[in-house]
T-cell receptor, first 115, second 110 residues
């Protein structure tokens, strides 16, 4: 275990469904991140939260809606997704944003399939 | 925009062969560089990192990487691979946030 836990591990949803991905970290970190991992593409940084404030949104479609209720929890709410949104969604945390020495700690990801 | 390039998409080696995976970045200032490994079905794990100082960095599991500033490169090496090294390897750079290359899949044949 890395200290970053993601649930569920696998999710299959229809294009009209609403679901949420959850990330929890027990490392006392103050920054949390959502990445999208698709085959043969670089990991795409989606959202950055620092001290519970969203500090970056990398032109992500509004059908993805993040929420950070406290520094230990991060959610990604999904609605009306498209098949091309099928991917592995990774959560990561770091002691603070722009933490350059320690790097990020990653969860195992949620494998999302949109049908 | 800054980017990280990994030129090898899939590398296949036999056990005991030497490994070198390429990584180039496109940013002229101070960079902090990382290599992560992702074993099948597992999370990304930090192999090694370059922050400052000695450009030859040693990491876990016998891996090392060399930062060559003039070539904008941070290649990953291992003298003798094992079957258990079969995984996907990602190079990353932190400027404001961590950005990754597309990854290199390594298959080691027993």
């Amino acid at each position: 275990e890395t200290g970053v836990t993601q649930t569920p591990r696998h999710l299959v949803m229809g294009m009209t469904n609403k679901k949420s991905l959850k990330c929890e970290q027990h490392l006392g970190h103050n920054a949390m991140y959502w990445y999208k991992q698709s085959a043969k593409k670089p990991l795409e940084l989606m959202f950055v939260y620092s001290l519970e404030e969203r500090v970056e949104n990398n032109s992500v479609p509004s059908r993805f809606s993040p929420e950070c209720p406290n520094s230990s929890h991060l959610f990604l709410h999904l609605h009306t997704l498209q098949p091309e949104d099928s991917a592995l969604y990774l959560c990561a945390s770091s002691p603070r944003r722009q933490e350059k020495f320690y790097g990020y700690t990653f969860g195992s990801g949620t494998r999302l399939t949109v049908v | 925009a800054q980017s990280v390039s990994q030129h090898n998409h899939h590398v296949i080696l036999s056990e005991a062969a030497s490994l070198e995976l390429g990584c180039n970045y496109s940013y002229g200032g101070t960079v902090n560089l990382f290599w992560y490994v992702q074993y099948p079905g597992q999370h990304l794990q930090l192999l090694l990192k370059y922050f400052s100082g000695d450009p030859l960095v040693k990491g876990i599991k016998g891996f090392e990487a060399e930062f060559i500033k003039s070539k904008f490169s941070f290649n990953l090496r291992k003298p003798s691979v094992q079957w258990s090294d079969t995984a996907e390897y990602f190079c990353a750079v932190i400027l404001s946030d961590m950005r990754f290359g597309a990854g290199t899949r390594l298959t080691v044949k027993p």
